[in-house]
């Protein structure tokens, strides 16, 4: 039990961030958990913004009353489970942090959004 702890810490917070630095003691893993922390505010946010946004009308607009809880709870789940693996294979093709990251994890939580929106309506 005492290790499952640790290694879920790791596997959901240490998304490889720097992995080409090795620093004792110092800023590196701060620097790591502060780029974890963002890159899962962001996919959030991507969960979010895409819940608010209803693709099917024209215009295309922008309102919090299209947000659906057990969507948004769905599509979370499903991104928590998946973001780590991925933005590890992101981490080693691209080794330091940048606009990329931001663009990445932004655009992940709105499109697995978007997929389980559509697999919501077509199977439940």
Not at 80 to 103: M, Y
Request: aromatic fraction near 20%.
């Amino acid at each position: 039990m005492n290790a499952i702890l640790p290694q879920a810490w790791r596997y959901f917070l240490d998304l490889g961030f720097y992995p080409g630095q090795i620093e004792f003691g110092g800023s590196l893993p701060r620097k790591r958990l502060i780029w974890s922390v963002a890159v899962y505010l962001l996919l959030f946010f991507g969960l979010f913004s895409q819940q608010c946004i209803d693709l099917r009308k024209v215009p295309i607009e922008f309102s919090v009353n299209n947000l659906q809880g057990k969507v948004l709870f769905g599509s979370a789940v499903v991104a928590i489970a998946l973001f780590p693996v991925f933005t590890h294979w992101f981490n080693s093709k691209r080794r330091n942090p940048s606009w990329e990251h931001i663009l990445w994890a932004f655009s992940f939580g709105f499109f697995v959004n978007l997929s389980s929106n559509v697999i919501w309506r077509e199977f439940f």
